[in-house]
């Protein structure tokens, strides 16, 4: 789920973690005043909007997701990479609920100093806020977002078409992460039999989705399917039905905190077969819910590991200086480009207008997001005609002794 804008007057960086606020100085979740250390300059400040779930059972990888945009803000302006701009991050907790989400989509509208906005993380999320952005111009770049449709439209099997030109996404999509993930669970895991679990949502449906798809075309059984409540945490009736259907492998589409104490409940009920995700279970927080039932569980996520990536050092060395109290979780590499991506974008239109913003400056910025192409943290960032990031590779881990451990990585050949 990011990106910049443009206007200095201060130097100030208000990443805030609950609220959008328009003072910069350090606040209680992590957030920090993003300085410039003397640069920056000028009389033009530009506003990044930063959406993500910053409390809930989301959180960890929401402010995952606004610390690494404020990052890319704070790096922006002490290198003055943009004469005459500061950026600031502005962030609104979207608590992971579509209607919320489109309320601070209107928000980040009505503040003409937002120039882009990174987020959200997820896809349901990102449904409900594309057509407020887009009628503004304003440029939308997703780190996390993973459903097709939202850049290919609702027929993207058949006939792909892009609906809103203003939303971009440096995650690669579900059309690539299911069958990848397929592919290692029947080919390498040697899992023939898949019971397969969703919890309805837009993200987590369309997941087990192209799973099931690529499972059943290598020649995989699907011996059952359920859909969950993601409100509950009981899912005994569920496990049970894994015990008696003869599955080997479980495969889950959703996020940790329901996928943890499914894990659990299906080993707990005598079914000792490894659960499978997508990226939305790659979070240590997972482990945490599972137990020790999670050994052995399988998640695909986007992209290479960060911390195993030399285009990343930096960004994991700068992290960890600036003394965030979370993580960067699943996503900040991809937050932190999605951020630049938008710091980028605003220096083309600035460098196009005489070093200052033009008046239709979101229009503009948008425009220039589709061209943008740089050297990111989590490698080569550009973006191809429907928005989509061009870089499609992804990673299977394993936990392993209490720990995601990293076991192939590749993109998906169809």
């Known amino acids: 789920m990011r990106q910049r804008s443009l206007i200095a007057i201060t130097a100030a960086l208000a990443a805030g973690a609950l609220t959008l606020t328009a003072c910069g100085s350090r606040d209680d979740d992590g957030g920090s005043d993003s300085g410039n250390g003397g640069g920056g300059g000028g009389g033009t400040t530009v506003v990044i909007g930063v959406d993500a779930p910053l409390t809930g059972d989301l959180s960890a990888l929401g402010l995952g997701i606004k610390n690494s945009a404020d990052l890319a803000a704070k790096t922006a302006n002490e290198t003055k990479h943009v004469d005459g701009i500061t950026f600031k991050i502005e962030a609104l907790d979207d608590q992971g609920q579509p209607s919320v989400g489109q309320q601070n989509a209107s928000k980040f509208v009505a503040d003409k100093e937002v120039l882009g906005v990174v987020g959200p993380l997820n896809s349901s999320v990102g449904e409900s806020m594309q057509k407020v952005f887009d009628s503004a111009k304003l440029v939308e770049v997703s780190p996390a977002n993973t459903g097709p449709s939202l850049t290919q439209g609702l027929e993207w099997r058949t006939k792909k078409v892009r609906t809103y030109k203003s939303y971009f996404r440096t995650a690669t999509?579900?059309?690539?992460?299911?069958?990848?993930?397929?592919?290692?669970?029947?080919?390498?895991?040697?899992?023939?039999?898949?019971?397969?679990?969703?919890?309805?949502?837009?993200?987590?449906?369309?997941?087990?989705?192209?799973?099931?798809?690529?499972?059943?075309?290598?020649?995989?059984?699907?011996?059952?399917?359920?859909?969950?409540?993601?409100?509950?945490?009981?899912?005994?009736?569920?496990?049970?039905?894994?015990?008696n259907s003869g599955a080997d492998v479980v495969y889950y589409g959703g996020e940790y905190p329901q996928a943890g104490p499914l894990s659990k409940q299906i080993k707990e009920a005598g079914a000792k077969i490894p659960l499978v995700g997508g990226d939305g279970i790659k979070d240590d927080t997972f482990i945490k819910l599972a137990g020790a039932a999670s050994n052995g569980d399988l998640s695909t996520s986007v992209g290479a590991p960060v911390e195993e990536l030399d285009s990343a050092k930096k960004f994991v060395a700068d992290y960890k200086e600036a003394g965030y109290k979370e993580g960067y979780a699943a996503y900040g590499g991809y937050s932190y480009d999605s951020a630049w991506a938008i710091i980028e974008a605003v220096k083309k239109v600035v460098e196009d207008n005489g070093g200052k913003l033009p008046s239709d400056a979101r229009a503009k910025v948008t425009e220039a997001m589709q061209n943008v192409s740089f050297d990111g943290v989590t490698g080569k960032v550009s973006f191809d005609e429907f928005g989509d990031a061009t870089n499609k590779q992804l990673t299977v881990y394993s936990v392993e002794n209490g720990a995601f451990k990293a076991v192939k990585s590749g993109t998906y050949t169809g």
């Not at 669970?185 to 369309?206: C, P, R």
């Open 173 to 243: 999509t579900d059309a690539v992460q299911g069958p990848f993930a397929a592919q290692y669970v029947y080919n390498d895991a040697k899992k023939k039999k898949v019971f397969v679990i969703d919890d309805k949502k837009t993200y987590g449906a369309g997941l087990a989705g192209t799973f099931t798809d690529e499972f059943k075309r290598l020649g995989g059984q699907v011996v059952g399917t359920e859909h969950i409540n993601p409100d509950t945490k009981d899912f005994s009736s569920v496990a049970t039905k894994v015990k």
